[in-house]
């Protein structure tokens, strides 16, 4: 008989998939179309960033990124203050 238990260890890796039974396994095709866009991919942003080229100083970019993980946010949050600066002069 072949098995019908989960095929995703408790490391959530995928299991050996020559003993499931193909039946547990449907089509993308098969699922309706509201579950199928939700399975693709991280949701669309309501607001989506450019994406650009941008030449900065050796030093600006350093102690950026010695801030750790999300300095490029950091950046951005930091263009945006200088710009409401300048629109409040």
Not at 31 to 51: D, I, M, N, T, Y
């Amino acid at each position: 008989m072949v098995s019908r238990l989960p095929v995703i260890d408790v490391d959530g890796e995928v299991a050996d998939l020559s003993r499931v039974d193909p039946s547990m396994f449907k089509p993308m095709a098969s699922l309706p179309a509201s579950l199928q866009a939700k399975l693709r991919g991280r949701p669309k942003a309501a607001l989506v960033k450019e994406r650009i080229t941008i030449r900065l100083s050796p030093d600006v970019v350093q102690q950026f990124r010695a801030t750790g993980s999300g300095w490029q946010t950091r950046v951005d949050a930091a263009m945006r203050e200088w710009l409401s600066n300048q629109a409040s002069r």
